[in-house]
T-cell receptor, first 111, second 114 residues
Framework: DQQVKQNSPSLSVQEGRISILNCDYT??????FLWYKKYPAEGPTFLIS?????DKNEDGRFTVFLNKSAKHLSLHIVPSQPGDSAVYFC??????????FGTGTRLLVSP | DAGITQSPRYKITETGRQVTLMCHQT?????MFWYRQDLGHGLRLIYY???????DKGEVPDGYVVSRSKTENFPLTLESATRSQTSVYFC?????????????FGEGSWLTVV
């Protein structure tokens, strides 16, 4: 059973506009969330995280929002740039040792 | 700073063959992981290791074997490769501590089983 879900496999946005990537989770014990970004032929790299004690965390053009009651988080990229085109994974720690990843959303930012 | 390296990067093998994917990290990270990436499934954990000589199963361990005799190495072996094991395999590592610590991934090993 997928504990972290990304229901949109792909998203297309024009350069300069906002990209919103969504993630839902089922395990109410999750208290920390991460976003990873993956370019083709490369490994995923850490992008941004958020603790459940916050509802927002911002890092430059990237902001993650957390709605605990809805078990939903979203990653906003403003403004979107062509270099942001990649696959984005949300993830949550399961227990003390492991990270559980979502299925990923492929973002395409067109000039 | 070499980081985390995987080899081979690309491999084609036949059904039934044994294949070993190598992973080496230079950070002395306690934890190491093997994930596979498949369309529609995202990144799924195969095996992980909390320290040398300590390994544990992840979400999809069947058909795979791991070992960790040294902290820096974490090889993944497919004992008898099947077509369903065609995938991209990522090795990763992180420091000791809670699972929210940043995981660092290798560049991936593309495996095709024919």
């Amino acid at each position: 059973d997928q504990q972290v879900k990304q229901n949109s496999p792909s998203l297309s946005v024009q350069e300069g506009r906002i990209s919103i990537l969504n993630c839902d989770y089922t395990n109410s014990m999750f208290d920390y969330f991460l976003w990873y970004k993956k370019y083709p032929a490369e490994g995923p790299t850490f992008l941004i995280s958020i603790s459940s004690i916050k509802d927002k965390n911002e890092d430059g053009r990237f902001t993650v929002f957390l709605n605990k009651s809805a078990k939903h988080l979203s990653l906003h990229i403003v403004p979107s740039q062509p270099g942001d085109s990649a696959v984005y994974f949300c993830a949550a720690p399961e227990g003390f040792q492991k990270l559980v990843f979502g299925t990923g959303t492929r973002l395409l930012v067109s000039p | 700073d070499a980081g985390i390296t995987q080899s081979p990067r690309y491999k084609i093998t036949e059904t039934g063959r044994q294949v070993t994917l190598m992973c080496h990290q230079t950070w002395s990270h306690s934890y190491m992981f093997w994930y596979r990436q498949d369309l529609g499934h995202g990144l799924r954990l195969i095996y992980y290791s909390a320290a040398a000589d300590i390994t544990d199963k992840g979400e999809v361990p069947d058909g795979y074997v791991v070992s960790r005799s040294k902290t820096e190495n974490f090889p993944l072996t497919l004992e008898s490769a099947t077509r369903s094991q065609t995938s991209v395999y990522f090795c990763a590592s992180r420091m000791a501590g809670n699972s929210g610590n940043t995981i660092y991934f290798g560049e991936g090993s593309w495996l095709t089983v024919v």
